[in-house]
């Protein structure tokens, strides 16, 4: 370092040139590196040369700058201080697209960590600026150019609101169709970014025509495309149920099942999660997604894959199905979720945050769940805590289906129910007596546990009149 140092004032441009880029290359390896280029005030050096040298040194200089800030806020707070950002964003003025490029990826890298730094970029005047990059014919700098605005974007509404306010919507909207795989992942996700904050930011991208357009990237052969158009139609649908609506009569709910059935993984995530959160508004946006068979999809989902976190996120999108009424719950239990719920509710290797998504998806399908075929497994597997939601949907079908009782006893689930140990005057008790007052007397009595002892005793002190 301390040798690159004095060849930043070679008078040779060339070894400028390739000592700052040695150093950016440094920088870049570890936050060691990057904090003694701090160390060594080798940055107010490179922030006045940014302004005064040609544009081979402006490029290398604005790559050091993005090397050193990529690692923490810290580092990146320290180039703000040594005063690169008014510089930085001259760069974006450059006649020269690899300059603007080069002050693009500098600038979003710094904005990326906290809405602080976020703040300090768009009080230098970046945003209008890098809405204009967006515009420029060459891909690399749209690329960046719209990857600094989604970094701009993340931390708070009022950043999202400076974003939308110098025109970026409607700019990347139109780029949604273009070709090239990795602009539209910066497009997609800074739209993204951008609704997620509120319901007015939301409407605002809405209102920009991404629908249905939106949808195509959903079948698109980059994963990041998927899953970044995923994230940005769970982002709207989030908030409201008109919205959801909206993108129910895109067609929105049957693309994305479709997109979580031709995909594996963390790719799946935001499909799932923006199923739920469709469901979860109302009674009838819950029915479009069991309409467009999104149960058996979240089911294979939560069979299938691995992480614990893809299958909280199942869960939770089947209990935000079920929880609505007796039909929506019956449409999740007839392809035998609960049990594989129960499993992994009970599983000790199962996350904390699974076993918690896990419970709560089963209470809320349980407590509106009245198809009794798919209850009867639970009878025998539950844990105390599970089992009285099963009894209470039992107490509550029984009194008045004839069918349904002799099928209780003929399956077996009477006799369970008279072994279950409830505390006196508890819930579970008052499911049980509601249960067993569907019967006679003798009948409950038959099923008790110790019955046939009691039999064989009466039996053998019988003693027969001779």
């Known amino acids: 370092m301390s040798l690159l140092r004095p060849l930043l004032l070679d008078v040779v441009p060339t070894i400028q040139q390739t000592a700052a880029l040695a150093l950016g290359r440094l ?11 701090v160390k060594g005030d080798i940055l107010p050096q490179l922030v006045y040369s940014l302004a ?29 201080d040594c005063g690169a950002l008014d510089t930085l964003v001259i760069c974006l003025e450059d006649f020269d697209p690899g300059v603007k490029e080069a002050a693009s990826w500098a600038l979003g890298y710094i904005a990326r960590h906290n809405s602080e730094l976020s703040q ?77 904050h509120s319901v007015d930011l939301a409407e605002m991208v809405v ?24 994230t940005l139609i769970r982002e709207i649908a989030k908030h409201t149920p008109e919205l959801s609506q909206l993108i129910v009569n895109a067609g929105g709910i049957a693309a994305v099942i479709d ?69 929506h719950a019956r449409a999740v239990a007839v392809i035998n979720v609960l049990p594989v719920l129960l499993s992994l509710y009970m599983e000790t290797e199962s996350s904390e945050d699974l076993q918690v998504k896990t419970k709560k998806a089963l209470k809320n399908i349980l407590q509106k769940c009245t198809y009794l075929p798919a209850l009867e497994p639970l009878l025998h597997d539950a844990p105390p805590n599970i089992l009285k939601y ?33 505390e006196p005057g508890s819930l579970l008790q008052e499911y049980i ?16 546990p110790g019955y046939s002892e009691a039999l064989l005793e009466r039996v053998e002190n019988y003693q027969p009149v001779l």
């Not at 920088?27 to 280029?37: G, T």
């Not at 209102?207 to 995923?230: G, H, M, Q």
């Not at 007596?433 to 008790?448: A, G, K």
Request: aromatic share 6%; glycine share 6%; hydrophobic share 45%.
């Open 27 to 37: 920088a870049n390896y570890n936050d060691d590196l990057a904090e003694a280029v």
């Open 52 to 80: 005064e040298q040609n544009r081979f040194y402006k490029k290398a200089a604005a790559f050091v700058l993005r090397a050193v800030g990529k690692h923490s806020p810290q580092l990146a707070q320290a180039i703000v």
């Open 120 to 196: 300090a970029v768009v009080d230098a005047g970046a945003v209008p600026l890098l809405v204009l990059c967006i515009l420029e014919p060459e891909i690399a700098l749209k690329r960046i150019a719209a990857s600094a605005l989604s970094d701009i974007s993340k931390h708070s509404p009022e950043l999202a609101q400076t974003v939308v306010d110098a025109g970026a919507i409607a700019h990347l909207a139109q780029m949604i169709l273009n070709p090239d795989a990795k602009l539209k992942r910066q497009v997609l996700s800074a739209l993204s970014q951008i609704a997620k």
């Open 207 to 230: 209102e920009a025509e991404i629908f249905p357009v939106v949808l195509t990237c959903l079948k698109d052969s980059d994963e990041y495309v998927k899953k970044n158009a995923a």
């Open 259 to 327: 997109c979580i059935g031709n995909c594996k993984g963390n790719v799946r995530l935001p499909g799932i999660m923006m199923l739920g959160y469709v469901a979860a508004h109302s009674e009838n946006l819950a029915m479009a997604v069991i309409i467009s068979k999104g149960v058996p999809q979240l089911s294979i989902c939560l069979s299938e894959e691995q992480e614990d976190h893809i299958k909280a996120a199942a869960a939770w999108a089947l209990g935000q199905i079920g929880r609505h009424t007796p039909e």
């Open 390 to 422: 099963v009894i209470g949907q039992f107490s509550k079908v029984l009194p008045h289906d004839s069918k349904a009782r002799r099928l209780f006893v003929t399956s077996g689930g009477l006799k369970k129910v008279q072994e279950i140990k409830a």
């Open 433 to 448: 007596n509601t249960i067993n007052n569907c019967y006679p007397e003798e009948i409950v009595r038959y099923y008790s």
